[in-house]
Nanobody, 121 residues
Framework: QVQLVESGGGLVQPGGSLRLSCAVS????????MTWYRQTPGNQRELVAS???????NYADSVKARFTIFRDNAKNTIYLQMNSLKPEDTAVYFC???????????????WGQGTQVTVSS
């Protein structure tokens, strides 16, 4: 009933920029906090950045001042602007959202399929 679709990943040189997007679709009543995570092989997913429906943001220390998360509530979409990319930013980036669907009394958590970001020269 709810889908999260990420896009914008790819290969970029160190120091370059990428913008990821994540769109939520389906039988949506309300979208709450949305979050970007990333994961490398053999490691747990780590939080990169989150944004509440009111616009409050939170960042991992490793990406502060380089990444910016923002959202378009009318489109139920979030973005992650990634600047000054480093090889250690290489990972699969996943979008996460807490969503209340029509007819539900609680929020449920949903995940996207992930998008690969590779930072290499």
């Amino acid at each position: 009933q709810v889908q999260l679709v990420e896009s914008g990943g790819g290969l970029v040189q160190p120091g370059g920029s990428l913008r990821l997007s994540c769109a939520v679709s389906g039988s949506i009543y309300r979208v709450g906090t949305m979050t970007w995570y990333r994961q490398t092989p053999g490691n747990q997913r780590e939080l990169v950045a989150s944004i509440t429906d009111g616009g409050t943001t939170n960042y991992a220390d490793s990406v502060k001042a380089r990444f910016t998360i923002f959202r378009d509530n009318a489109k139920n979409t979030i973005y992650l602007q990634m600047n000054s990319l480093k090889p250690e930013d290489t990972a699969v980036y996943f979008c996460n959202a807490v969503v209340k669907i029509h007819g539900a009394s609680v929020f449920y958590m949903y995940w996207g399929q992930g998008t690969q970001v590779t930072v290499s020269s």
